[in-house]
């Protein structure tokens, strides 16, 4: 078996740290992206709201949208896209799920 002799210490350091920091961020980016594959990454929370006799897809968008500076039309869509809602119907007693961003 052949022995080797370290000619340059410091070259060899710097090659090891190097050599350990590229592996340590290729494992640590493996990690993160095989995560991302399997986790449930919807955190998206919601609140049930019954709806009153005069409540609209739209109304109940502007109610819990007040905070955000998302477009009015795109949480509609959300809405009534969780909800399966046809139409826009809603119907007074019903409970849709709203997203609370």
Known sequence: MKKYKVVNK????????????????????FFNIGSSFGANT????????????????WNIAEKYNNKNKADIRDFVNFIIEE??????????????????I
């Open 83 to 100: 909800n399966n809602i046809h139409d826009s119907n809603i119907i007074p007693g019903e409970k849709i799920k709203v997203p609370i």
């Open 10 to 29: 410091f070259r060899f350091y710097s090659f090891i740290t190097i050599s350990l920091a590229i592996i340590l961020f290729l494992v640590l980016l």
């Open 42 to 57: 919807n955190k998206t929370k919601y609140e049930y709201y019954t709806v009153r006799t005069e409540d609209t897809v």
